[in-house]
């Protein structure tokens, strides 16, 4: 299974921090599993790719990615104010 998400800013600099505060999250992953996480343009891009059986697997994965996005756009509006 593969799955591609992009998240779309208003410039590079936010698609940038966006992507430096998840980073982090992409490192123990299961054995078959991997995902590699980039900035194009004014876009978070992620792919992710799965071999496993279980969809579930990947449906937290996703789950998981974007819950640590909403926390980090939160957190960089907070600074603003």
Do not use: H, W
């Not at 996480?37 to 998981?64: A, P």
């Amino acid at each position: 299974m593969k799955t591609r998400l992009s998240l779309t800013y208003p410039d590079k600099r936010k698609a940038k921090a966006i992507l430096d505060a998840i980073s982090p999250d992409n490192l123990n992953l299961p054995k078959d599993m991997s995902i590699n996480t980039f900035v194009e343009k004014n876009c978070v891009i992620t792919i992710i790719e799965y071999n496993g059986e279980n969809f579930l697997t990947l449906q937290s994965t996703i789950d998981d990615l974007l819950s640590c996005v909403s926390v980090a756009e939160k957190s960089i509006s907070a600074l603003k104010e």
